[in-house]
């Protein structure tokens, strides 16, 4: 019996840009009475279905924007009579369409961390579940990714994650309604031990796949104290001090790494913090900037954020400090007007944010959002095909249309043609040449060039272009400079690097 591992794309690339965690997660995970499982990474290439022989367990990782490829290999799977197994976000939420449309036996809802040898073992002994509850494993129970599965030559970036939950609560997002909002953090040791690992195999850019890296605030702590809740506050200063003594063993490492993180806006008023990421060579971060206005800023409960001027304050200290920001921002939301368009592109270059990117309003499943539109449209939801809309992913890739939230003044067409135009504006070849002067060399400048316009047309692909002549241009331009700029990440391998010392 073969246990197959696939993460499922209708494009694939050759190259792939960070490595999918879970796939090497639940590798991790898989007993060794079960042998080596065999990992398929779609946006490489495609899966083998000749490789799939009766009796072995196929397990498929979904995320929204992929289920409806999963389910087709799922369904292909189980007519050559394997075991299929689904999990991931899409699946935790829908485990039912798995089971309906995918040909799934079982679906794991939450962490596979514990629960998969159980999947697996009753697989076998021919007594699976209909379903599993994976649950919010404890940090402690987090399973390190096999890193030696890894292909030879085919990622830019490793991905390690150090701690899973969000204590906030933005009405886009579903990490606070999936993985929590009880920040789960990874100990020390087991962050460093995987980056150790990758290093020595040549990888020396690994995003930390964090939800948000920075989960205690000042403010945090200041209310803690002023309500003299000291169970709180000694909680919070411990996750703190932890954060700490992470950026502390980073900063040991070899000084050719690189990391990348995501985290809010609110480390900017944190000097301590800020310089302990620089010292961790946690050199850039997505920041979800998502609106330039107060009224914006409410729209998506996220308060805690700054707008105009103390927002451009607040970005350029990422900076000051030596971390690079992606930016990220929505655009249609609700008190968006035309000229927020060009208010927003102002600010990201203004603020001297080195990347951004700008996407458009979509209700994803598990949102606050996504419930308040599927309420408002209900069964009126406009179809393609026999599919409402409020199934988006469940139409065939080629007709599916980009999903937007509805707004009171501007048309999904509108809104789409304003924000393909700040894409071109932020990524004009002038623009991104100035902010090249980030990099010291020549020859960076033209690494940075070339790493902007990569990411630019990888962009236009999954995110907002709809007319599949530049969707397909993009795609080509993104298959022809993925290669040469994997070379640009690559490091020699440092096969005897040792783990610091803890301190
Ligand atoms: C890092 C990250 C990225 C990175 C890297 C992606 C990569 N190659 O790995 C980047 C920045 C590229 C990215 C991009 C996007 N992302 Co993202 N990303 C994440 C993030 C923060 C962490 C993912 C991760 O590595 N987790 C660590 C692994 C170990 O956890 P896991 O994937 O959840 O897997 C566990 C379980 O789910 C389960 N499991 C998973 N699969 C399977 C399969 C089986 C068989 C079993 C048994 C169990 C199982 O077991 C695993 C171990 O416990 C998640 C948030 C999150 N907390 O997951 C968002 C998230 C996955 N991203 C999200 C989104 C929306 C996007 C984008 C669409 C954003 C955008 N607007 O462009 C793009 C889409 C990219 C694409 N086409 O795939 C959403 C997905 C929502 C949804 N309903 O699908 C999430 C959940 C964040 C959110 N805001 O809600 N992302
Ligand atoms: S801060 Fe980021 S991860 Fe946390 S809920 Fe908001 S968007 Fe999601």
Known sequence: MT???????????????????????????????FGTPRITDETLEQ?????????DVVGIGI????????????????????TVVYGGIHATLYPDEARDLGGAHAVVRGDGDVVWPQVLREAKAGMLQRQ?????????SFVPARWELLPEGRYMWGSVQTVRGCPKHCSFCSVWRTDGQKPRQRTV??????????????????ALADDNFYPVTLTDIAMAKRQNNEARLSELTALRAERFELMKRLAQLPRDMCFFTQITMEAAEDPEFLAAMKKAHIL??????????????????????????????????????GVHVLGSFIFGLPSDRPATFKSTQDVAQAAGVTFAQFVMLTPYPGTVDFEAWEKRVGADAPRVGDIPITRHWLIPQDQRPKVYAPHPVMSPDEIRQRTQAVWDGFYSLPNIWERSKCTPTLKSRLAFVLISKLYRQMYANTGIATDSARVNRANQWARMIAKPCRRLFTAQPMPNLQVPMQS
């Not at 409806?68 to 007519?79: F, K, N, P, V």
């Open 189 to 206: 040791d087991a962050v460093i031990g995987e980056i150790v690992e990758l290093r020595r195999r040549g990888y020396r850019f690994v």
């Open 63 to 82: 995320h929204t924007g992929n289920a409806l490829r999963g389910y087709e290999i799922g369904t292909l799977a189980r007519a050559r009579g394997a």
């Open 47 to 55: 899966f083998d279905m000749n490789t799939v022989a009766s009796g």
């Open 3 to 33: 246990v197959h591992i696939v993460n499922p794309s209708h494009l694939s690339f050759g190259v792939g840009v960070i490595t999918p965690r879970w796939l090497f997660v639940l590798a991790g995970a898989t007993p060794a009475e």
């Open 284 to 321: 850039g971060a997505l920041v979800g900037v998502e609106s330039v206005t107060k009224e914006g800023l409410k729209d998506v409960y996220k308060g805690f954020n700054e707008a105009g001027d103390d927002l451009i304050i607040r970005l350029r200290k990422f900076r000051e400090a």
């Open 132 to 140: 599993y509850e994976g649950g919010r494993v404890d940090a402690s």
